[in-house]
């Protein structure tokens, strides 16, 4: 039985590029160069890299990226985009908890909940970012975003979500947080590029930021800076508050 974010993104490509949460690629790829000095020598491997639009962009710059995703539909429409940009980025079909590579990287990225924190388990997130650890370069930096779970203490995640009502946005309804667990589960409605409605049940994990903290000191990053998540304006002076709905991660090793 096929999980619900491998239903989600079946035939789901075209229309992915058009929700909201995908229009701050080129203010997101500043600061990614930012943070590696804009050393066009550092290889980078973009976790859940959906349809490439920061692999793509990175590689506009003048970067060598390796993208990996679990969807097919994803990835063909990243190859297409590619093409359509004129360059040649290396993406491979590939689960993040199962990552084979044969190469080290310099810099890990995994935006926008690129596969973390979207799995059933806390053991299989875990394995995502133990993956994202082994093709770390020594010194090498880790870049990732995920759901900052102090927003649910102190807000509606059913509010936030329905704020964002842009045409062709997902629509959320049923959710319940569970304080337990910190896991959020709610039902997406939305419609494939094909114009097929249909109804998914999503199963999302928050995490705080001592967690976050804890998890990747176990993987042996020595140092570890956490910031709130702006839509295209990641920067290091936004200090996580609890207003943010993500957090901005960046480890090194």
């Known amino acids: 039985m096929k999980q619900w974010y491998e239903a989600l993104f079946e035939n789901y490509a075209k229309k992915y590029d058009e929700e909201t949460f995908t229009f ?12 590696i000095g804009l050393d066009k020598a550092v290889r980078i491997l973009d976790i859940g890299c959906g349809t490439g639009r920061h692999s793509i962009e990175l590689t506009k710059r003048g970067y060598k990226v390796t993208g990996v995703d679990l969807s097919d539909s994803q990835l063909a429409r990243a190859r297409e985009k590619a093409k359509a940009a004129g360059v040649s980025v290396d993406f491979k079909k590939q689960d993040a908890r199962e990552l084979k590579l044969d190469e080290e990287f310099g810099l890990v990225i995994m935006l926008c909940e690129g596969g973390f924190p979207l799995m059933e388990t806390d053991e299989m997130n875990y394995d995502i970012l133990k993956g994202a650890a082994r093709c770390l370069a020594p010194k090498g930096k880790f870049v990732f975003t995920t759901l900052n ?3 649910p203490l102190f807000h509606s995640v059913k509010d936030f979500l329905a704020s964002d009502t842009a045409e062709g946005n997902w629509i959320y309804t049923d959710l ?16 494939d590029d094909a114009g097929n409605a249909r109804e998914l049940t999503t199963n999302e994990r928050y995490y705080v930021p001592s967690e976050i903290n804890w998890l990747l000191k176990t993987l042996g990053f020595s140092s570890i800076d956490i910031f709130g998540a702006k839509l ?7 200090r996580l508050m609890t207003d943010d709905y993500e957090m901005l991660v960046v480890a090194g090793k």
């Open 149 to 151: 779970g102090l927003f």
């Open 176 to 191: 319940e947080f569970d304080l337990m667990t910190f896991r959020e589960h709610c039902k997406v409605q939305s419609k």
């Open 232 to 238: 295209g304006a990641f920067s290091r002076n936004d």
């Open 24 to 35: 701050g690629t080129q203010g997101e790829c500043d600061f990614i160069e930012k943070e």
